[in-house]
């Protein structure tokens, strides 16, 4: 990934077990249609967009 040269990607904090980094999220077609329209908005992708509300929500920075 092009951010893994210019940031570094921190070890997940639960120790034992290994996480891919992938999780499918279902949400309703009204929510993923408002995600979409801030990302295009933000001139992100939608998977930055919601890493980043995650990350914000959970008061970690986003590396991704």
Known sequence: SWIAGK???PEPEAKGK?????YLLR??????????????KQN???NQFLCNAVCEY??????L
Do not use: D, F, N, W
């Not at 290994?18 to 992938?22: E, V």
């Open 7 to 9: 940031y570094p990607i």
């Open 18 to 22: 290994r996480y891919s980094g992938k």
């Open 27 to 40: 949400m309703s077609p009204y929510v993923h249609a408002q995600a979409e329209t801030m990302a295009a």
């Open 44 to 46: 992100i992708s939608l």
């Open 58 to 63: 959970i008061g970690k920075a986003c590396m």
